[in-house]
């Protein structure tokens, strides 16, 4: 049985030894609380049952639990200048037993574990079975379609760890990854500017029609685009068909 209440219980004491008024640590938690929502609502749009609609709120609840010992550690939230947050988080659940103060009922450990060590990485594993493989996508989604929230809300230096990325370039490989790969290769990024470029490739990897017309209708796309200018005049031209690339994808899959 999943007891949310419970969890959520769980998770504001679990959050307590944190610094709420460090913007990384805010920001973590809001990001959180709002992910396991979306999931819920995501679910809800697939007609699942209670159990499964219950089951990805709770993944949402833990998807970044690795975030804040990242944080406190290492000062970032950027996994190549430190760990892999999806995996470290697993890793506190499953290893060091963290995840039995959020659910007593081990039946669905795999399911979760699963999730969370496939919300960040570039494509889902292979192997996972139908639930396991649905509950991973949903996760994807609410995160992704929250961080579109957050980069149109947030501090530059709270999401991009940079005030000013005017003067960034973007990477020509990054661009290319961008357009023909369809994925960004994190390990490549050589600045702000180019995890930037990373945030507008995530509308190629959202699953399901929900998620794309939530990102529409907010007009996420158009609000990141006009925070942002570059003095380099070709960054600025790559920029602006970077945009108009993911906008017209968004619009053809789902919401015209």
């Given amino acids: 049985m999943i007891d949310l209440l419970k969890a959520k219980q769980a998770f504001k004491k679990y959050v307590e030894k944190y610094n709420p008024e460090d913007e990384k640590i805010e920001l973590k938690i809001s990001h959180i609380e709002r992910v396991s929502r979306i999931a819920g609502e995501i679910a809800k749009s697939l007609n699942l049952n209670e159990e499964d609609t219950n089951l990805a709120e709770l993944i949402g609840l833990l998807h970044d639990i690795g975030r804040f010992e990242q944080v406190r550690i290492y000062h970032t939230f950027q996994d190549s200048k430190s760990i892999n947050h999806g995996e470290f988080g697993a890793k506190l659940l499953f290893e060091d037993g963290l995840i039995r103060n959020f659910i007593e009922d081990n039946q669905y450990d795999e399911i979760i574990r699963k999730a969370i060590i496939n919300h960040n990485k570039g494509k889902i594993d292979d192997g996972l079975n139908q639930r396991e493989l649905l509950h991973a996508k949903i996760i994807r989604d609410a995160d992704k379609l929250d961080i579109f929230y957050i980069l149109t809300t947030y501090s530059k230096q709270a999401v991009w760890e940079s005030d000013d990325l005017s003067n960034d370039i973007i990477s020509d490989e990054i661009y290319r990854e961008f357009k023909e790969d369809k994925r960004i290769d994190y390990k490549q990024r050589k600045c702000a500017a180019d995890l930037l470029v990373c945030h507008f ?48 994808y968004v619009e053809e899959n789902g919401c015209l």
């Fill in 201 to 248: 490739a995530y509308v190629y990897d959202l699953y399901f029609k929900y998620t794309m017309q939530e990102v529409y209708k907010n007009n996420y796309l158009d609000t990141i685009y006009n925070r942002h200018h570059f003095n380099d005049k070709k960054t600025m031209e790559i920029y602006e068909d970077i945009y108009t690339t993911a906008k017209k």
